[in-house]
Antibody
């Protein structure tokens, strides 16, 4: 079964750091395009970052320089290192696989999300 | 920067009725890169439509997408109780963006 499971969220103070993980099953993260998308409480969806199958990475302007996406193919896991956290980073963070390899230019598969709360 | 504006913000309908949701893009978006998602409370989004009009795997045929350029529409032909949710359109590019969402409520 194709599945994504996020972990690593929690309560953190402003300026702090967290490392989110997204464990995949049923497919290989190393040969797919993976993303992180977040949703602040009661708000809409915001794309955060891509990692392409070739390893290139892209970020939303709102997180550039503070967030880093990476992957470990041996663990079939994608990570999001989030530093210098701000109150506005409070959100549910979803991992997603996009379907461009199948010419489906959309986020096909989503994890259940992990909550990050930034508060003093 | 592409901006997606969804309307209406909230749609109040009854089961069995037809729902028509709008997504306006500025500037225009390629049909290949326009998607629609459904999100229920406490759940992750679910892909409904990609390429503006192609249903994702397992999506019932009461859901349909249409449009091109700057105007796109998601239509639910006959609302089932499980269809009451928030719907987002999205343009898929090197910097994907989502619309603000339309809530379909009973």
């Amino acid at each position: 079964e194709v599945q994504l499971v996020e972990s690593g969220g929690g309560l953190v103070q402003p300026g702090g750091s967290l490392r989110l993980s997204c464990a995949a099953s049923g497919f290989s993260v190393g040969t797919n395009y993976m993303s992180w998308v977040r949703q602040a409480p009661g708000k809409g969806l915001e794309w955060v970052s891509f990692i392409y199958s070739g390893g290139s990475t892209y970020y939303a302007d709102s997180v550039k320089g503070r967030f880093t996406i990476s992957r470990d193919n041996s663990k079939n896991t994608v990570f999001l290192q989030i530093n210098s956290l701000r109150a506005e980073d409070t959100a549910v963070y979803y991992c997603a696989r996009d379907g461009r390899e199948e010419l489906q230019f959309a986020f096909q598969i989503w994890g259940q999300g992990t909550m990050v709360t930034v508060t003093s | 920067e592409i901006v997606l504006t969804q309307s209406p913000g909230t749609l109040s309908l009854s089961p069995g009725e037809r729902a028509t949701l709008s997504c306006r893009a500025s500037p225009s978006v390629s049909t290949s890169y326009l998607a629609w998602y459904q999100q229920k409370p406490g759940q992750a989004p679910r892909l409904l439509i990609y390429g503006a009009s192609s249903r994702a795997t397992g999506i019932p045929d009461r859901f349909s997408g249409s449009g091109s350029g700057t105007d796109f529409t998601l239509t639910i032909s006959r609302l089932e109780p499980e269809d009451f949710a928030v719907y987002y359109c999205q343009q898929f590019s090197s910097s994907p963006r989502f619309g603000g969402g339309t809530k379909v409520e009973i």
